[in-house]
């Protein structure tokens, strides 16, 4: 908020106490509906693999609570990534551990009767993926779309889709859209999510790989049937040199037909650079 010069003013509405009882280490940024904001913690709560969150604002103050405590039997555990909000009010999410496999995990949370009910929609081996870093985002159909930092059959990553049961089913189906190869002709290593373009087009970031070793920016284009394939395109190779930024942690930000984001490193003082990239 401003004060009366105009100034902004920073105040801390709530202080993570970490142990069993709170989460602690939000790594991810919050999301807001209805007035209430909701986020996760890597660390902390009743198994010590994280939380979920609301913050609830009232007057000058804010009550926080505990919505969801992972780790438990077979449960994901240290949410990476922020919260997805549907249009039906489910949260989506990923861990990046945890899960029948002990690689991750992409779930839901449920509001119902003033309590939320957490699922595993699904647990990642490593073949299929491993340690899902960046954010989901819903697509045509409520298809989930995200990316995974390892795994896959190089290790490198993979981008997924997971596409909700059909009834009388209760089993998402996960797809693998494309494996990441890494060297100086793929990426590697996606802590981004990423975003959704015009016609369907998946557009993300690697944070290794490329020709220079610096990071990628890529597009994944949906397949034309009968093919089922996604046709990957690099569209630019980070350098690390003459000004140019390297190893993009975030996910891109599209507006039309332009990417906009930030390099963790690189650019003329090696502290990170922000871009954009143009069509």
Known sequence: ????????????????????????????????????????????GTYGGGTVYSLTPSGSSWTETVLYNFGGSGDGANP????????????????????????????????????????????????????????????SGSVLYGTTLLGGASSDGVAFSLTPPVSPSTTWT??????????????????AGV????????????????????????????????????????LYNFTGSSGDGSQPYATPLYSGGWLYGTTYSGGTSSDGAAYALQP
């Open 80 to 139: 990476h990534s922020a919260l997805t909000l549907s249009g039906s009010g489910v949260f989506y999410g990923t861990t990046y551990n945890g899960g029948a496999h002990g690689d991750g995990t992409v779930f839901s949370l449920t509001p119902s009767g003033g309590s939320w009910t957490e699922a595993v929609l699904f647990s990642f081996n490593g073949t299929d993926g491993q340690n899902p870093h960046g954010n989901l985002v819903i697509g």
């Open 195 to 234: 975003v959704i373009g015009s016609s369907g087009v998946l557009y993300g970031a690697t944070v290794a790989g490329g020709s220079s070793s610096a990071g990628t920016i890529y597009s994944l284009t949906p397949p034309t049937p009968p093919s089922t394939t996604w046709a990957e395109t690099i």
């Open 1 to 44: 908020m401003k004060d009366s010069s105009g100034t902004w003013t920073e105040s801390v509405i709530y202080n993570f106490a970490g142990g069993t009882g709170d989460g602690s280490y939000p790594y991810a940024g919050l999301v807001l509906t209805g007035g209430v904001y909701y986020g996760t913690t890597y660390y902390g």
């Open 174 to 191: 996960e797809a693998t859209l494309h494996t990441f190869t890494g060297g100086t002709s793929d990426g590697a290593e996606l802590r």
